[in-house]
T-cell receptor
Framework: RKEVEQDPGPFNVPEGATVAFNCTYS??????FFWYRQDCRKEPKLLMS???SGNEDGRFTAQLNRASQYISLLIRDSKLSDSATYLC??????????????FGTGTRLKVLA | GAGVSQSPSNKVTEKGKDVELRCDPI?????LYWYRQSLGQGLEFLIY????????KSGLPSDRFSAERTGGSVSTLTIQRTQQEDSAVYLC???????????FGPGTRLTVT
């Protein structure tokens, strides 16, 4: 089983739709969680951190479910410019001094006019 | 402020030659990471530097790959005797510390002919 798993998609949604992605992780010791966005042939850019109580940034809402070991990203009122690949990132403490970031392979979103 | 910078942005080299890729992290960031990404694939972790600690080299694919970080700032990734399978985008990221979000540079696109 992969340490971080995402549905590769693509998710094709019309403008204005609400879309949600999930990401599951296998290590219960994982401590911090992030969503990144990657446009074609560009570097990943931080979209938002994911906090235990859930957090919102404009049209984007991120949630963490530790019991079921997944995080989610909800995008409301999708825009054409939201079309990108969304990467789930999990940071796990391996030892007292060592952390490991694991990137999911990403979920492709295409917002259609 | 200035983000992570990488140079060169593109590098074309002949099989068998050595290449050096450079990364300038965000000022004050103690953690620095190298990844590579082949076309249409996810990020592959290569190496991680944290302050003055010994680097985590567990992701380096072969002994042809090495990296150093001088003065806790600039890092150089060296690939010796390049092979065609080394062709990829090499991404550098830095973070304030080991459990914080990472910020990526624009990458170096390496093509081995």
């Amino acid at each position: 089983r992969k340490e971080v798993e995402q549905d590769p998609g693509p998710f094709n949604v019309p403008e204005g739709a609400t879309v949600a992605f999930n990401c599951t992780y296998s290590n219960s010791a994982s401590q911090s969680f992030f969503w990144y966005r990657q446009d074609c042939r560009k570097e990943p850019k931080l979209l938002m951190s994911v906090y235990s109580s859930g957090n919102e940034d404009g049209r984007f809402t991120a949630q963490l479910n530790r019991a079921s070991q997944y995080i989610s990203l909800l995008i409301r009122d999708s825009k054409l410019s939201d079309s990108a690949t969304y990467l789930c990132v999990v940071n796990t403490r391996i030892t007292s001094g060592t952390y490991k970031y694991i990137f999911g392979t990403g979920t492709r979103l295409k917002v259609l006019a | 402020g200035a983000g992570v910078s990488q140079s060169p942005s593109n590098k074309v080299t002949e099989k068998g030659k050595d290449v050096e890729l450079r990364c300038d992290p965000i000022s004050g960031h103690t953690a620095l990471y190298w990844y590579r990404q082949s076309l249409g694939q996810g990020l592959e972790f290569l190496i991680y530097f944290q302050g003055n600690s010994a680097p985590d080299k567990s992701g380096l694919p072969s002994d042809r790959f090495s990296a150093e970080r001088t003065g806790g700032s600039v890092s150089t990734l060296t690939i010796q005797r390049t092979q065609q399978e080394d062709s990829a985008v090499y991404l550098c990221a830095s973070s304030l510390s080991r459990s914080y979000e990472q910020y990526f540079g624009p990458g170096t696109r390496l093509t081995v002919t």
